[in-house]
């Protein structure tokens, strides 16, 4: 029997390669749902024959998707429309955020079914930090407009998650390699699928693995954040606290240098009194 499902708009996530990943709540919501917006058809399809459901399926894509929109609002307001891709999660590098910008505008029950995602399941793969990470999807594929991607996010202090196709991906890692650094890195490849791997090493041994014999499949791309710098040497420190005693007491200024270079704040007034001391011996200290 067809679940009756409240009137909205379900956004369900979908198996990135194993079946078997289709959540029961994401069957249950595809089989009661009233018209499942697609990206194509003959995917869903297949997914629908798994679970053994036949429900109406219309064509959400980034070419119709614009004229679609409005008819779709509009049905939600008395019918379940669930919102599938071809594979994982909507709305990440696929269509839908602007489906959702309406149905909430709109005033429309907004529910998520939770699931596969290509993106994460890579990062659980790779054996680089999660605390932090950025998302960058797909880099553009002009040389030129890469490494102007890349220049921008070269000193963000997170681990980077890339989506990328075989036969770009020795030229993306050399880019990535070029702009950050020759950084650790992991290229996750046809997750959950038979010939699930994920290979690791620095950017330029994966750019140079992969030259020669671009690999088949699905690719995320992990890269580790940037090495911690190295400690601000005493010739900096002193160079840092002279110029902040030009503007700030003693006290002060090491507080300033010690919070910017990440030093001990105490011997930095050791040395700011020890400089105020070489310039004018007389003055007395002001205290921590
Ligand atoms: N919405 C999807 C998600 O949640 O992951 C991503 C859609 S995006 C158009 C498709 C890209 O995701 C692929 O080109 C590939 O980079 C990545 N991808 C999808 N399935 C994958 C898999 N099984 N293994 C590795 N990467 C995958």
Do not use: W
Not at 42 to 53: E, F, K, N, Q
Not at 152 to 175: H, M, N
Not at 237 to 244: G, I, N, P, S, W
């Amino acid at each position: 029997m067809k679940p009756v499902l409240a009137p909205g708009l379900y956004i369900v996530a979908t198996p990135i390669g194993n079946l078997g990943d289709l959540s029961p709540r994401a069957s249950e919501i595809l089989s009661g749902a009233d018209v499942v917006a697609v990206e194509d058809s003959r995917v869903t399809a297949g997914l629908l024959r798994h679970i053994g459901v036949k429900r109406p399926m219309l064509p959400y894509h980034d070419h119709n998707a614009d004229a679609v929109r409005p008819g779709l609002i509009a049905r939600m307001a008395r019918e379940a429309v669930a919102l599938v891709s071809d594979a994982g999660t909507p709305l990440i590098s696929d269509p839908g955020y602007k489906l959702v910008r309406d149905a909430r505008a709109a005033g429309h029950l907004v529910v998520t079914i939770p699931g596969p995602c290509a993106a994460i399941a890579a990062l659980t793969l790779a054996g680089l930090p999660t605390d932090r990470f950025l998302f960058l999807g797909f880099l553009p594929s002009k040389q030129h407009a890469r490494a102007e991607a890349i220049a921008e996010i070269a000193s963000v202090r997170a681990t980077l998650v890339l989506y990328e196709s075989g036969p770009r991906l020795a030229a993306c890692l050399g880019a990535l390699a070029e702009g950050l650094g020759d950084r650790e890195a992991g290229v996750a490849r046809e997750i959950t699928k038979k010939f699930e791997e994920c290979v690791t090493g620095t950017l330029s041994a994966l750019a140079a693995r992969y030259a020669d014999a671009p690999p088949r499949g699905e690719i995320v791309i992990i890269v580790a954040p940037p090495g911690e710098a190295p400690p601000a040497s005493a010739e900096e420190a002193d160079m840092a606290l002279a110029e902040a005693l030009t503007r700030l007491p003693a006290s002060k200024a090491a507080g300033e240098v010690a919070k910017r270079l990440g030093l001990d704040r105490r011997e930095l007034y050791a040395r700011a009194m020890a400089m105020k001391d070489r310039i004018s011996p007389s003055l007395e200290g002001e205290g921590l």
